[in-house]
């Protein structure tokens, strides 16, 4: 039995070795396969003469894929479809922009990333970064972190760096007092990410869920917005007045985006941004110091947190001069600000808690830190910055402000340069100007190089709109429209029309802060606390506009 | 006509925009965990056709500077993993590009051995592995369409076109820009490659293989190599000689034994019959053993 088997085997592995002799024997196939068939009975040989036919036939298959359609590696994906054009016809608008793996206010998962080049348009033509440095580059990816990308990338790929687990860690630690404080365009843009129209005002419902959420304190950057206005203000009446020996126009520094954007395109002009700090940043040395001496905390034990409408603030607040507090308290490693949260981070965490945001008791922010004025609320739409300071810088020149100065139409709007002048008696003509979008900052800031320019005072802020529109708010129409910005900005307005006090320097809790602790604005405490001076990084990139100029000259 | 792509290191930003193209046109995984396509700790794998590798590095002595470098298949004019491949797995093809087809492939690797680039990689996580490396968007090539990775660049850092047209292209430039490295990477390594590249920091400094020989590295073996199908022929006749040598050796022999039969019939009879006598008892015994194994 063995033998035999052993000779089937044989028999079978000749007749698979040699294909080629089915070829010759095919006439006698068919015979024998007759001969098989009247018999009704499939013979030995038979049978294997038919396998060895298929596997002829399947090789030969095989040899005509090899030479007819045989199939490169490769090409099984799709591309969008303005990549798919033939010869050298230029695409426009392509690829993506450039993220450092460190950046602390954006990030990028490469899978969602479908090339669509709309991060590249708005960083390249609204926000003016991208394709406006020279290349090579030298040892910085250029970014101002603003967030405009977060809200023009179609699939959600590019997002804010998400920080609320290190926010959740805060709150459970029990040796922390978690204090947080939420800007002035948060609570009119929140309510969108729960269903309710554009333009809500949610402050009432924004510090309940604040509260349910742990935080041990909240405040309002609307106060310290006021405390900008009191700092800021006055530094502008002291550099028209001559007081301060620096140079006009004074550039407002309250937008982290546009800062950082000085530095890079305009280090000769940092010198011309208002040395007071950010409302966020103001705030944060005062928890550290003021609310801690006033509350008997550690400042140490504080951790200090901020919701934002941006992303640049979480950049900001990593900046190595914001530590002001920390130095007032001898310890240089206390910051300002331990943690920046967008509206969007915060959206995310209250529906991980499954809070219901719509039926939450409204509550109200904690005092010391909260009062704000009308002034104070309109922070966060373009030009707000303006009108509430130059409240402010009227009263501190000539006395009390006109009416038209409670709606300063000319400054209003979404317009990317917008300018007014105004007549103060004893000063005369101030000639102010607005913008917002980095890439209107040529415009005005050529002129200012030059020296043609007669402007005092120039707001910047870097997202179109202000921070209403800031790239940490939630995610509308992509990109974003101009009726969303519209709506946020009327909440904010409608906001200050209501509020009782109108203007920074009647806010009750910014007197109490100057007569019980800080002294005078811009006085030696508030110059040590909620003042600093910024840097040039012009040497890590080579700005394009600045070659220009220089050719000029 | 053969195609090429000039590389101007100088304007990559490190979007990375290029490896992105690369997965989504070739329906590639990610592999972050194991192989990072862009950044620091990049390398080419099985899923990454190309990488964007980052290097901090010093210029002009003190100043740090960071550069990017596009790593893919060069594509040589004279590619040895071609020459290596015995299966026609991996071709030249006329507009510049080496494509890889892996029907044909029988994943003996010898390419990865003969690139002296190290591009193709091979499968190790698969339980049917073949070969993977850039095949320069062979399809778009067809359809006269830049490769993927080139037609995504913000920046243009990528042109395609003709590869002697882009040379000169390149030669112009690194003459009117003292900011270059006076050399082309690519021009002659390897015997030239597809993918040429020019830069303003040393080739070396930033991971580029600079020790390629500058001759196609096929004239190396094809001297030989060449030879096989007439060796082939000629071991053919041999062996076909040798066999009727034997053959007809036995045949004489046969015919010697069945002449000296009639001579001496009861001679050979009886060795016949010995002889088989000897076969049937080994049968028995062969048998008998096989019957005692059944019985235990």
């Known amino acids: 039995?063995?033998?035999?088997?052993?000779?089937?085997?044989?028999?079978?592995?000749?007749?698979?070795?040699?294909?080629?002799?089915?070829?010759?024997?095919?006439?006698?196939?068919?015979?024998t396969f007759n001969g098989g068939a009247d018999s009704s009975e499939l013979s030995r040989r038979i049978f294997l003469k038919l396998a060895g036919v298929g596997i002829a036939a399947g090789?030969?298959?095989?040899?005509?894929?090899?030479?007819?359609?045989?199939?490169?590696?490769?090409?099984?994906?799709?591309?969008?479809?303005?990549?798919?054009?033939?010869?050298?016809f230029p695409v426009q608008v392509r690829g993506r922009i450039p993220i450092d793996p460190q950046n602390p206010s954006i990030t990028r998962d490469n899978q969602k990333c479908i090339l669509c080049g709309q991060c590249v348009e708005v960083c390249s033509k609204v926000e003016a970064v991208m394709h406006n440095y020279e290349l090579p580059i030298i040892d910085d990816i250029p970014c101002i972190c603003c967030g405009q990308c977060t809200l023009w990338c179609p699939t959600g790929a590019i997002t804010e760096v998400d920080d609320s687990d290190l926010l959740m860690q805060a709150i459970?630690?029990?040796?922390?007092?978690?204090?947080?404080?939420?800007?002035?365009?948060t609570r009119v843009a929140l309510g969108?990410?729960?269903?309710?129209?554009?333009?809500?005002?949610?402050?009432?419902?924004?510090?309940?869920?604040?509260?349910?959420?742990?935080?041990?304190?909240?405040?309002?950057?609307n106060f310290s917005a006021d405390l900008t206005i009191m700092e800021e203000g006055t530094e502008l009446v002291k550099r028209v007045k001559g007081e301060k020996k620096a140079p006009l126009p004074q550039l407002t520094s309250c937008c982290p985006g546009w800062v950082k954007y000085c530095e890079y395109f305009y280090p000769d002009l940092v010198p011309n941004l208002s040395s007071a700090?950010?409302?966020?940043?103001?705030?944060?040395?005062?928890?550290?110091?003021?609310?801690?001496?006033?509350?008997?905390?550690?400042?140490?034990?504080?951790?200090?947190?901020?919701?934002?409408?941006?992303?640049?603030?979480?950049?900001?607040?990593?900046?190595?001069?914001?530590?002001?507090?920390?130095?007032?308290?001898?310890?240089?490693?206390?910051?300002d600000i331990d943690l920046v949260l967008t509206t969007r981070e915060l959206a995310k965490l209250i529906k991980r808690k499954g809070l219901d945001f719509l039926n939450l008791p409204p509550a109200k922010y904690d005092s010391l830190l909260s009062e704000y004025s009308g002034a104070g609320v309109i922070f966060g739409a373009t030009g707000g910055v303006m009108e509430a300071a130059v409240r402010t810088a009227y009263h501190l020149l000539a006395g009390d402000p006109p009416k038209f100065l409670f709606n300063l139409e000319p400054v209003r709007g979404l317009a990317g340069v917008k300018e007014a002048k105004l007549n103060i008696p004893n000063v005369g003509g101030i000639k102010i100007a607005v913008v917002s979008g980095m890439h209107n900052t040529h415009k005005v800031l050529e002129r200012v190089r030059e020296n043609k320019s007669d402007w005092h005072f120039i707001e910047f802020m870097a997202c179109?709109?202000?921070?209403?529109?800031?790239?940490?708010?939630?995610?509308?129409?992509?990109?974003?429209?101009?009726?969303?910005?519209?709506?946020?900005?009327?909440?904010?307005?409608?906001?200050?029309?209501?509020?009782?006090?109108?203007?920074?320097?009647?806010?009750?809790?910014?007197?109490?802060?100057?007569?019980?602790?800080?002294?005078?604005?811009?006085?030696?405490?508030?110059?040590?606390?909620?003042?600093?001076?910024?840097?040039?990084?012009?040497?890590?990139?080579?700005?394009?506009?600045?070659?220009?100029s220089n050719k000029e000259k | 006509?053969?195609?090429?792509?000039?590389?101007?290191?100088?304007?990559?930003?490190?979007?990375?925009?290029?490896?992105?193209?690369?997965?989504?046109?070739?329906?590639?995984?990610?592999?972050?965990?194991?192989?990072?396509?862009?950044?620091?700790?990049?390398?080419?794998?099985?899923?990454?056709?190309?990488?964007?590798?980052?290097?901090?590095?010093?210029?002009?002595?003190?100043?740090?500077?960071?550069?990017?470098?596009?790593?893919?298949?060069?594509?040589?004019?004279?590619?040895?993993?071609?020459?290596?491949?015995?299966?026609?797995?991996?071709?030249?093809?006329?507009?510049?590009?080496?494509?890889?087809?892996?029907?044909?492939?029988?994943?003996?690797?010898?390419?990865?051995?003969?690139?002296?680039?190290?591009i193709p990689k091979f499968e190790w996580n698969k339980a049917m592995p073949v070969i993977t490396k850039c095949v320069m968007c062979y399809g778009r090539m067809k359809e006269n369409k830049a490769p993927a990775c080139v037609s995504v660049c913000p920046e243009s850092v990528m042109k395609f076109g003709d590869r002697d047209e882009l040379l000169e292209e390149a030669k112009v430039i690194i003459k009117n820009n003292s900011m270059y490295v006076k050399h082309i990477y690519g021009e002659e390594e390897a015997g030239g490659t597809s993918w040429i590249?020019?830069?303003?920091?040393?080739?070396?400094?930033?991971?580029?293989?600079?020790?390629?020989?500058?001759?196609?590295?096929?004239?190396?073996?094809?001297?030989?190599?060449?030879?096989?199908?007439?060796?082939?022929?000629?071991?053919?006749?041999?062996?076909?000689?040798?066999?009727?040598?034997?053959?007809?050796?036995?045949?004489?022999?046969?015919?010697?034994?069945?002449?000296?039969?009639?001579?001496?019939?009861?001679?050979?009879?009886?060795?016949?019959?010995?002889?088989e006598a000897n076969t049937v008892k080994s049968d028995d015994v062969f048998v008998n053993a096989g019957q005692k194994k059944r019985r235990k």
Request: glycine residues 8%.
């Open chain 1, 1 to 31: 039995m063995i033998s035999e088997s052993s000779s089937n085997s044989n028999d079978k592995n000749s007749n698979l070795s040699e294909p080629t002799k089915i070829d010759g024997g095919a006439n006698d196939d068919s015979d």
């Open chain 1, 59 to 88: 090789v030969a298959g095989g040899c005509d894929s090899t030479f007819g359609g045989l199939k490169p590696s490769g090409g099984e994906g799709w591309l969008p479809a303005q990549y798919n054009v033939s010869g050298d």
């Open chain 1, 172 to 185: 459970e630690n029990p040796d922390l007092h978690v204090v947080v404080q939420t800007a002035p365009s």
């Open chain 1, 192 to 221: 969108e990410e729960f269903g309710l129209s554009v333009g809500t005002n949610v402050e009432a419902y924004q510090v309940s869920a604040l509260k349910q959420l742990g935080f041990d304190k909240i405040f309002d950057t």
């Open chain 1, 277 to 335: 700090k950010s409302p966020m940043t103001m705030m944060g040395a005062m928890i550290k110091t003021y609310y801690a001496k006033k509350s008997n905390i550690d400042p140490k034990k504080i951790f200090s947190v901020a919701i934002m409408p941006c992303t640049a603030k979480k950049f900001e607040a990593i900046r190595p001069e914001m530590n002001h507090s920390g130095i007032k308290n001898n310890d240089p490693s206390i910051r």
């Open chain 1, 464 to 548: 179109p709109g202000g921070c209403i529109s800031g790239g940490g708010q939630p995610r509308s129409a992509v990109p974003p429209s101009d009726s969303v910005r519209t709506a946020r900005i009327n909440a904010l307005y409608s906001a200050d029309e209501k509020a009782t006090i109108r203007l920074s320097y009647e806010n009750h809790e910014i007197k109490a802060i100057y007569k019980d602790y800080l002294g005078e604005p811009n006085g030696e405490l508030a110059h040590e606390l909620l003042h600093t001076h910024y840097g040039d990084r012009s040497k890590n990139l080579t700005a394009k506009n600045k070659k220009g």
């Open chain 2, 1 to 118: 006509m053969s195609k090429g792509v000039l590389v101007n290191l100088t304007k990559c930003i490190g979007c990375g925009g290029c490896t992105v193209a690369c997965k989504m046109y070739n329906n590639n995984k990610w592999i972050d965990k194991r192989a990072p396509a862009s950044g620091e700790n990049a390398q080419l794998a099985d899923e990454n056709w190309t990488i964007i590798k980052k290097f901090k590095l010093y210029k002009n002595g003190n100043t740090q500077v960071w550069r990017f470098v596009k790593n893919q298949c060069l594509h040589c004019q004279s590619p040895s993993c071609v020459s290596a491949c015995f299966a026609k797995a991996l071709q030249k093809k006329d507009n510049g590009a080496v494509v890889y087809f892996p029907d044909n492939c029988v994943g003996c690797r010898y390419c990865m051995l003969a690139c002296p680039f190290k």
């Open chain 2, 197 to 275: 590249y020019i830069s303003d920091v040393p080739f070396e400094k930033i991971g580029f293989n600079t020790n390629v020989v500058k001759k196609p590295l096929p004239i190396y073996t094809s001297l030989y190599m060449k030879c096989t199908p007439i060796f082939g022929a000629i071991w053919v006749i041999v062996l076909t000689a040798f066999y009727f040598i034997t053959k007809r050796r036995n045949v004489i022999k046969n015919e010697s034994c069945e002449l000296s039969y009639k001579k001496s019939v009861d001679e050979c009879a009886d060795n016949k019959l010995s002889q």
